[in-house]
């Protein structure tokens, strides 16, 4: 039966902005998704499927603190995603791979409350550095 207790809470998630912890950001999202050739062969009455390209594509999140995003431009750079909750079986951490913004937020402000930043981005690559592994 699942222990409870291991299940991870995203409260603990960090993300690093080359190497810079972000410790604005309360979201973090990354995919890949990979472009499947169909293949019809002779003889099989089956399709069949080659890998094709694949495609990085994420969110993060949080409150405006600084003007990082703006002053980085499309600039390209790495993010390091650790998620870890004291109760899991470990930490684990990934790193997206020259990721470059889709858009730069240059003003969204209401007045009396909080400044959200959000930006979306692609990235080209990823590197699993610490897996979690149940003991």
């Not at 998630?13 to 990979?34: C, F, M, P, R």
Request: proline share 3%; hydrophobic share 35%.
């Amino acid at each position: 039966m699942l222990d409870a207790s291991r299940v991870i809470l995203g409260t603990f998630g960090q993300a690093y902005i080359d190497g810079v912890w972000q410790t604005h950001i309360n979201k973090l999202e990354a995919s890949v998704e990979i472009d499947k050739r169909e293949l019809n062969l002779v003889g099989n009455t089956w399709k069949v499927h080659k890998n094709g390209a694949k495609k990085g594509t994420g969110t993060m999140s949080g409150y405006k603190v600084t003007s990082d995003m703006i002053r980085r431009g499309f600039e390209k750079f790495d993010i390091i995603s650790k998620l870890d909750d004291p109760e899991s079986f470990g930490h684990e951490r990934v790193r997206l791979i020259r990721c470059m913004p889709d858009k730069i937020q240059l003003a969204n402000w209401t007045a009396g409350e909080e400044v959200p930043e959000e930006t979306t981005f692609t990235f080209e690559g990823y590197e699993l550095l610490d897996p979690i592994v149940a003991n």
